[in-house]
T-cell receptor, first 112, second 114 residues
C-alpha cells in the first residue's frame, strides 16, 4: 500500500507539549490509531479515534483528525522523560482485511 | 492475565535453517497478525488470519509460512527461502466489533541469522 507519513524525530523539554503529526492515505479507514514503542518492546496502544470524530481527549493525550487533508496529530501535554519512545500512527484500510498500515514512527526525545 | 505471548524473546539461527516463532493469545480474538519491523522502519504485514483454518498473505509473505489450527495460536515459520530474515517480529490480535477493531501486540521476538 501507499506510505503513511510521519516526521522521524522530535525533541522537547520536560514539561512542554509535544505534537506528533501523521498523514495517512486511505479515506476509508474507520479508525486511526496511535501506538507507543519503548526500546526492545512490542507496541502499546495509546489511543484511537473514530473517523467521524474531529477530536478525542484522553488525560494528557489529545488526538486531532482532519479528514479533508487526511491529517492526524497526537498532542502530549506536560511531556515527561518517560514519554521518550517511538510513536507510530496507523490506519486500518479496508483493502487489507483490516490489518494496520503503519507509518515509520516518530522518535520522541524528552530532555530534562 | 489476558494477553499475547511470543516466544522466544531472542532467537538465533544459522543460514539455511527453518525456524518457527510462537504466538499465543488468550483474549478470545478471532483475528491474528504477523508483522516484521526493521530498524528505522514501520511495521510491515507478513500474514494475517481472520478466522481459524484461514489466513491471507500480507505485503511481504515470501519466505514465510503460517498455520492457524487453533483460535489462540498463530505460529510463523521463517524458511530458508527468506533472504534477509534478521528482524524484530511482532504478533498481534484483534476482535472486530461494532465499535472498534483494535489490535493488541505481543512483546516481540528478535531473530538473528548468524
Amino acid at each position: 500500500g501507499e506510505d503513511v507519513e510521519q516526521s522521524l524525530f522530535l525533541s522537547v523539554r520536560e514539561g512542554d507539549s509535544s505534537v506528533i503529526n501523521c498523514t495517512y492515505t486511505d479515506s476509508s479507514s474507520t479508525y486511526l490509531y496511535w501506538y507507543k514503542q519503548e526500546p526492545g518492546a512490542g507496541l502499546q496502544l495509546l489511543t484511537y479515534i473514530f473517523s467521524n470524530m474531529d477530536m478525542k481527549q484522553d488525560q494528557r493525550l489529545t488526538v486531532l483528525l482532519n479528514k479533508k487533508d487526511k491529517h492526524l496529530s497526537l498532542r502530549i501535554a506536560d511531556t515527561q522523560t518517560g514519554d521518550s519512545a517511538i510513536y507510530f500512527c496507523a490506519e486500518s484500510p479496508s483493502y487489507s482485511g483490516y490489518a494496520l498500515n503503519f507509518g515509520k514512527g516518530t522518535s520522541l526525545l524528552v530532555t530534562p | 492475565d489476558g494477553g499475547i505471548t511470543q516466544s522466544p524473546k531472542y532467537l538465533f539461527r544459522k543460514e539455511g535453517q527453518n525456524v518457527t516463532l510462537s504466538c499465543e493469545q488468550n483474549l478470545n480474538h478471532d483475528a491474528m497478525y504477523w508483522y516484521r519491523q526493521d530498524p528505522g522502519q514501520g511495521l510491515r504485514l507478513i500474514y494475517y488470519s481472520q478466522i481459524v483454518n484461514d489466513f491471507q498473505k500480507g505485503d511481504i509473505a515470501e519466505g514465510y509460512s503460517v498455520s492457524r489450527e487453533k483460535k489462540e495460536s498463530f505460529p510463523l515459520t521463517v524458511t530458508s527461502a527468506q533472504k534477509n530474515p534478521t528482524a524484530f517480529y511482532l504478533c498481534a490480535s484483534s476482535q472486530r466489533d461494532r465499535y472498534t477493531d483494535t489490535q493488541y501486540f505481543g512483546p516481540g521476538t528478535r531473530l538473528t541469522v548468524l
